[in-house]
């Protein structure tokens, strides 16, 4: 856990680092909206992911449970019920059952296949039974995928943020991209430095559009099919897990200073604070409860967003 700490503490700083391009919005220092945590869940080795099947009504959380670029093949999927108590630890272990997973990270669901970006491959499981079902590894076109959202075509959005970790050291040799996956067919949508090191996708409904942030700016960006990203509002930085409710409301997890906020269109606001390192956030829709891994503490935290 040493090791986890401290690779991701620089990485915070070299984000920190990085010269920000201008945004639209800045983030209050006031909290607008207080959420409410609910449940601490522990257990976990290096959680990065919560993704809520409502299908089920239960929790998928990743474990990267080593170096997060390292394929040391020790992976697995913690399966949670929907009041957050772990069911199956490791639901999906990575050397059991044919399955590999290597240091997994953001998730998406269709119909019932669990997705996960696994560094350089995306893997998919049966979410009833764990079973491995695909993978579609991407070579060299990927060096750290990070995130997955579905597209309203029913393709997979992919961010790769463009680093790799050694030694416990960062290096981003880049390029930064956003990948889509449809079938076994992987396009390059867009790429390089303005990306800044995508992180967190979310598909907004309401608006026909993607939601994305990246962990190396401060920028929040919106993205219709066909287009290009833009800003559409500016948070503390560090950003790393997206999810929008039901309502419009978009909710980013940020390292740089522990909170999730709300990035709205004329302010940003905290709703969530004291969180160390939240991770790729997830969402209950029907109680707008958020999970949030917390990667250097091993566990998770549930809050009702108001």
Not at 149 to 164: F, H, K, S
Not at 264 to 280: E, H, I, L, M, N
Request: glycine share 12%; net charge negative.
């Amino acid at each position: 856990m040493r090791l986890h700490t401290q690779v991701m503490l620089l990485l915070v700083a070299g984000c920190a680092r990085q010269e920000q391009p201008p945004a639209v919005d800045t983030l209050a220092t006031t909290p607008a909206v207080a959420a409410t945590r609910e449940v601490v869940a522990e257990g976990f080795s290096t959680p990065e992911s919560a993704i809520y099947d409502a299908d089920q009504a239960v929790w998928f959380v990743t474990n990267i449970n080593g170096v997060p670029s390292e394929k040391d093949g020790n992976g697995f999927i913690s399966r949670l019920t929907r009041d957050g108590t772990i069911d199956s630890r490791h639901f999906v272990e990575g050397g059991r059952g044919g399955a590999t997973l290597h240091a997994p990270k953001g998730q998406a669901i269709t119909g019932d296949t669990l997705w996960v970006a696994d560094i350089d491959a995306v893997r998919g499981f049966n979410k009833r039974t764990g079973a491995p079902l695909a993978a579609v590894e991407f070579g060299r076109r990927a060096r750290f995928l990070n995130d997955i959202a579905v597209g309203p075509d029913g393709a997979l959005y992919i961010t790769d943020t463009g680093i790799i970790i050694a030694n416990g050291q960062i290096e981003h040799p880049g390029p930064d991209r956003l990948f889509r996956l449809a079938g076994r067919t992987i396009t390059i949508l867009a790429e390089g430095d303005r990306l800044e090191r995508p992180n967190g996708i979310a598909w907004d409904n309401a608006n026909r559009r993607f939601i994305m942030v990246g962990f190396g700016g401060k920028t929040v960006f919106a993205w219709a099919p066909d287009s290009t990203p833009a800003a559409m509002a500016e948070g503390p930085g560090g950003h790393d897990g997206v999810v929008v409710l039901d309502d419009g409301r978009i909710l980013v997890s940020s390292w740089a200073d522990s909170t999730v906020f709300l990035a709205g269109k004329d302010r940003s606001s905290k709703t969530v604070t004291g969180v160390d390192a939240p991770a790729d956030i997830g969402l209950d829709p029907s109680r707008r409860r958020i999970a949030i891994p917390l990667f250097n503490r091993n566990r998770v935290e549930f809050w009702t967003i108001p």
